[in-house]
C-alpha cells in the first residue's frame, strides 16, 4: 500500500470532520501508518513532528510503551460493560485519583465519552439543579469567542461563528459577556465591569456561566489573566450561579498547573475534562461537581430527579485504563515540574518570531504557545499554505486563522522544539 491508494480508497467513502472536501482535489489527505513518540510516519516514509498532538489530545507520545502495556492487560480482562448497574475497576480507581487532584470540592464524578457531551452533561446538570430546587434559571453566560464543542448545547454556549453562525435558528438562547481582550490585568478589569452588568441584568435567571480557564484554544489561542476568573467566580457565587470550568483543552498541565483553575485559585461547581484525560488514546471524558449538586439529585425514585442522561460507551473500562495510566505517569515521571524547562525553552524559542514583520503577537501560556500573523485577510487561507509547507517539511502544524500554534506532546526534546520552531519560522516568513 501507499499514500496514492489509501488516499484514493478514503475520498470514495469518507466525509472528514473540520474540511470542506473540495480541498482535497489539491491537498492530499496524509494516511499515517504508526506513530511513536512525537512523531507520524505515512506509508512513504515520511515522518511529521505532531505539534499540535493530534488536537491536543496526546500527552505521552504516541505508541507509548507504558500506556500500551497497560491497555493491553485489561484487553484480556473487559473491554466494556453496561455502566448503569454494573462498575469496574479502572472507573473507580480512576474516580479516586481525579477527586484527589481536582480543585477542592469536587467530589463527584459523572461520565461521558467526549468533551462536547460533557459540556451537555454539565449544561443540563446544572439547570437541572436548579429546577430541582424551585427555580427555573433558563440562561447560560459564556464568554465571547469562547469553544465549547459542537453539539448543539456545546455549540450554543460558544461564540466561535465558524463553527456557530449557521445553526443559530437553532439554538438555544444564551448569553455572552465580554472576554478580557488580552493578557494584562487592566483588560481583566474592564471586562469584569461588563460581567458584573449582564449578571445584574439577569438577576436569577442564570443557571451557569461556562468558561474555559485562560486560554481559548479554539478561539485562536487568546488568552486572559487569571484575575478575571478570580473576581468572576465571586461574583457568581454570591448570585447563586454556577460555575462550570471547561477544562477539556487545558486541563492535564497544558497551562503549567495541573488544572488551569489552579493557577486561577478557583474552585468551581463543574469540571469538565476529556482530551489529554486518556493522553489521546481513547474517547473519555468526565464532569467533576460538587456533593451539593449531587445531593439536589438524591432521593426516591418517585420524586423524579434523577439526573436521568447516558451514553452507550459510558466508562469504558479500555479509555478508564488508558487514563490511570496517564496519572501514572504524572505521579512517576514528575511531568510538571520537567514541563518547566520545557516552557522556558519554548518561550526563549518563541522570541525569534517577533523578528518577522508580519508577526502581530507572540502569546504563550505553559506547553501552550502561539504566533498570530498580521496583514492577512481570512480569503487568503493563510492556515492552509502554512499547513502545506510545514508538512513537506516534516512538522504537522493546523493554524487557526492567522494563528500558528504549538501545543506539543510532553515527550517532545529540545532539538524536536528546535525543528518545529524552525519550519514554523520558515513557512512565516515564506508568506513575506
Ligand atoms: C475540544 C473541546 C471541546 C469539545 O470536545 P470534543 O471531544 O471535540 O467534543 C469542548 N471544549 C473545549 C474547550 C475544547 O477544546
Same mark, same amino acid.
Given at each position: ?61 504516541? /505508541? ?52 462536547? /457531551? ?88 442564570? /443557571? ?225
Amino acid at each position: 500500500m501507499n499514500n496514492e491508494d489509501f488516499i484514493r480508497r478514503d475520498l470514495k467513502h469518507i466525509w472528514h470532520p473540520c474540511t470542506q472536501m473540495k480541498d482535497h482535489e489539491s491537498l492530499p489527505l496524509i494516511p499515517i501508518k504508526r506513530g511513536k513518540g512525537v512523531y507520524l510516519y505515512d506509508y512513504e516514509g515520511n515522518s511529521y513532528i505532531d505539534a499540535i498532538s493530534s488536537w491536543w489530545v496526546n500527552l505521552f507520545g504516541h /505508541s507509548n510503551a507504558y500506556i500500551n502495556s497497560k491497555i493491553k492487560e485489561q484487553l484480556e480482562e473487559l473491554e466494556h460493560v453496561i455502566f448503569a448497574g454494573f462498575t469496574h475497576e479502572p472507573i473507580v480507581k480512576l474516580s479516586e485519583r481525579l477527586v484527589k487532584i481536582a480543585p477542592k470540592n469536587l467530589n463527584k464524578c459523572f461520565f461521558a465519552d467526549n468533551g462536547s /457531551s460533557a459540556v451537555e452533561v454539565a449544561i443540563k446538570m446544572s439547570f437541572h439543579y436548579h429546577k430541582n430546587r424551585g427555580e427555573i434559571k433558563p440562561y447560560f453566560l459564556s464568554l465571547t469567542n469562547s469553544y465549547h464543542g459542537e453539539t448543539l448545547g456545546a455549540l450554543a454556549v460558544g461564540d466561535v461563528g465558524l463553527y456557530k453562525d449557521t445553526y443559530k435558528e437553532i439554538l438555544i438562547k444564551t448569553l455572552q459577556t465580554p472576554v478580557p481582550k488580552d493578557e494584562s490585568i487592566e483588560s481583566a478589569k474592564e471586562a469584569l465591569k461588563d460581567f458584573e452588568k449582564i449578571v445584574e441584568r439577569y438577576r436569577g435567571e442564570i /443557571s451557569a456561566f461556562i468558561f474555559e480557564p485562560l486560554v481559548q484554544c479554539a478561539g485562536y489561542m487568546h488568552m486572559y489573566h487569571p484575575y478575571f476568573l478570580k473576581e468572576a467566580a465571586k461574583i457568581c457565587k454570591k448570585e447563586g450561579i454556577h460555575l462550570i470550568a471547561d477544562e477539556i483543552a487545558v486541563g492535564f498541565g497544558r497551562t503549567g498547573e495541573m488544572f488551569a483553575c489552579d493557577t486561577a485559585e478557583i474552585s468551581p461547581d463543574f469540571m469538565a475534562l476529556s482530551k489529554g484525560l486518556t493522553g489521546g488514546y481513547l474517547p473519555l471524558s468526565v464532569v467533576m461537581t460538587t456533593d451539593e449538586v449531587y445531593s439536589a439529585f438524591y432521593c426516591d425514585y418517585l420524586e423524579m430527579k434523577a439526573f436521568l442522561h447516558s451514553h452507550s460507551y459510558t466508562g469504558n473500562p479500555l479509555a478508564c485504563t488508558a487514563a490511570n495510566a496517564v496519572l501514572d505517569i504524572f505521579e512517576k515521571e514528575n511531568v510538571l515540574e520537567k514541563n518547566r524547562e520545557k516552557i522556558d525553552y519554548i518561550h526563549q524559542k518563541l522570541q525569534q518570531f517577533k523578528d518577522l514583520p508580519n508577526v502581530k503577537e507572540i502569546r504563550q501560556r505553559g506547553m501552550i504557545a502561539a504566533v498570530e500573523l498580521k496583514g492577512y485577510d481570512f480569503k487568503e487561507r493563510v492556515n492552509l499554505k502554512i499547513f502545506k509547507y510545514a508538512t513537506k517539511n516534516e512538522v504537522l502544524l493546523r493554524p487557526l486563522g492567522n494563528v500558528v500554534y504549538f501545543m506539543p506532546p510532553y515527550v517532545i526534546t529540545n532539538s524536536e522544539i528546535d525543528k518545529m520552531m524552525k519550519v514554523a519560522y520558515k513557512a512565516c516568513e515564506s508568506l513575506l
